[in-house]
């Protein structure tokens, strides 16, 4: 996962359907985003790969500095 100095206004998340893949969401939740649509779940012939949009509830400083 990348790190950004600055929140994004729209996140997909995807990887295996796992405690990880619901950690990475519940941070974002916990962060201010709100999820977007549903799941979508795909078989990779392994394993369950999931996918979540989520959406900053919060508008996005667009640069403007605090101080």
Known sequence: MSDHTKPLGYR????????QFCA???ALLDKGYQLYGSPA???DGERVIAAQALVLSRPVDSGASAG
């Open 12 to 19: 997909l998340i995807t990887g295996p359907d796992d405690a």
């Open 24 to 26: 990475r969401v519940s």
């Open 41 to 43: 779940l795909t078989f």
